[in-house]
């Protein structure tokens, strides 16, 4: 199966999070395989766990994989404690995640994530349950322009969903395209001409349909509780939406005392469980960036748990 994809940052996430050759890992977002296979490449006598709910994904990684020691998961990456534990593994000795949509469902149009082709209105990562033309057709008007302007940061949040809300009265909206056309028509033509309006609405729409930031909040708890002392977590981010939750969640795991600052000794006892590696996020190279434009937003951060 063709799943095209070029992975971001592909050596400096692997080398984030590998630690022992004989160890055991998880991708949380497996998607064609690219950073997985960088791993498993490194691994004598350890072993890789794949999780990804796009079943594409994990059927295009099952063959670039093939002969590597790696177990595949189709789960949401929540649910990485139930996935381990029904594989009987304790600890983890490293993780990776990429946040980004892969340039595979990008790419395809009738998966529904692009405003640049006309398909059925979807944006399902599982390609299960709840999609994107539902959201549109079923929320209300208020609850719409809520997910636009916190979820896209769209200053025209009330103008596209009042939009979205008139158009609908005549005939459900049933593709991208019509969403698309939908939304240049509810901004200003300066706004328009300024660049693509459609782009913050589409990646709003698309977290709330995979309820993307609250699923991550888990996983990025969840990952760190079953490392090991000595492990590591690789998290690629590609929106400031993201990126805020890992920064503020690795913050928390390296903080220590929350004691107010007028007691003079900690009575609350808390250590901190982390420590960044590196004190920035680390951003593709120029030549990254020249061989892969989509690169141009990612941000990784690193954290070791210490305790």
Same mark, same amino acid.
């Given at each position: 199966?063709?799943?095209?994809?070029?992975?971001?940052?592909?050596?400096?996430?692997?080398?984030?999070?590998?630690?022992?050759?004989?160890?055991?890992?998880?991708?949380?977002? *497996?998607?064609?395989?690219?950073?997985?296979? %960088? !791993? +498993?490449?490194? /691994? #004598?006598?350890?072993?890789?766990?794949?999780? @990804?709910?796009?079943?594409?994904?994990?059927?295009?990684?099952?063959?670039?994989?093939?002969?590597?020691?790696? *177990?595949?998961?189709?789960?949401?990456?929540? %649910? !990485? +404690?139930?996935? /381990? #534990?029904?594989?009987?593994?304790?600890?983890? @000795?490293?993780?990776?995640?990429?946040?980004?949509?892969?340039?595979?469902?990008?790419?395809?149009?009738?998966?529904?994530?692009?405003?640049?082709?006309?398909?059925? !209105?979807?944006?399902?990562?599982?390609?299960?349950?709840?999609?994107?033309? @539902?959201?549109?057709?079923?929320?209300?008007?208020?609850?719409?322009?809520?997910?636009?302007?916190?979820?896209?940061?769209?200053?025209?949040?009330?103008?596209?969903?009042?939009?979205?809300?008139?158009?609908?009265?005549?005939?459900?909206?049933?593709?991208?395209?019509?969403?698309?056309?939908?939304?240049?028509?509810?901004?200003?033509?300066?706004?328009?001409?300024?660049?693509?309006?459609?782009?913050?609405?589409?990646?709003?729409?698309?977290?709330?349909?995979?309820?993307?930031?609250?699923?991550?909040?888990?996983?990025?708890?969840?990952?760190?509780?079953?490392?090991?002392?000595?492990?590591?977590?690789?998290?690629?981010?590609?929106?400031?939406?993201?990126?805020?939750?890992?920064?503020?969640?690795?913050?928390?795991?390296?903080?220590?005392?929350?004691?107010?600052?007028?007691?003079?000794?900690?009575?609350?006892?808390?250590?901190?469980?982390?420590?960044?590696?590196?004190?920035?996020?680390?951003?593709?190279?120029?030549?990254?960036?020249?061989?892969?434009?989509?690169?141009?937003?990612?941000?990784?951060?690193?954290?070791?748990?210490?305790?």
């Amino acid at each position: 199966m063709e799943f095209s994809h070029v992975s971001v940052l592909l050596k400096e996430t692997v080398d984030g999070a590998f630690t022992d050759p004989k160890g055991v890992y998880a991708d949380l977002t *497996t998607g064609g395989g690219g950073h997985s296979l %960088e !791993l +498993a490449k490194r /691994l #004598d006598g350890g072993r890789l766990i794949c999780f @990804d709910q796009d079943a594409q994904a994990l059927a295009a990684a099952g063959e670039r994989l093939k002969g590597y020691p790696v *177990t595949f998961v189709k789960r949401n990456f929540c %649910e !990485l +404690a139930e996935a /381990l #534990d029904e594989l009987g593994i304790d600890k983890l @000795d490293g993780i990776i995640a990429d946040l980004g949509v892969s340039s595979h469902q990008l790419d395809t149009a009738e998966r529904g994530f692009s405003f640049h082709n006309d398909a059925p !209105l979807d944006m399902r990562m599982s390609g299960e349950g709840f999609s994107a033309r @539902d959201l549109v057709n079923e929320y209300a008007e208020e609850d719409i322009s809520r997910i636009l302007f916190a979820y896209g940061e769209e200053k025209y949040a009330r103008k596209i969903a009042s939009g979205i809300v008139r158009a609908r009265l005549n005939a459900p909206i049933e593709t991208t395209g019509e969403l698309a056309e939908i939304i240049r028509s509810s901004v200003p033509a300066a706004y328009r001409r300024e660049k693509n309006p459609c782009r913050k609405s589409f990646q709003a729409i698309r977290i709330e349909v995979n309820k993307e930031l609250d699923v991550l909040e888990t996983a990025l708890s969840v990952g760190f509780d079953r490392l090991k002392v000595g492990g590591r977590m690789s998290v690629i981010t590609f929106h400031s939406l993201e990126d805020r939750i890992v920064k503020t969640r690795f913050k928390e795991f390296c903080t220590g005392c929350t004691c107010p600052p007028e007691f003079p000794v900690c009575v609350c006892g808390k250590q901190p469980r982390g420590e960044l590696v590196g004190k920035k996020p680390v951003t593709a190279s120029e030549e990254e960036l020249a061989a892969n434009p989509r690169s141009r937003s990612a941000k990784l951060r690193v954290i070791e748990k210490i305790r």
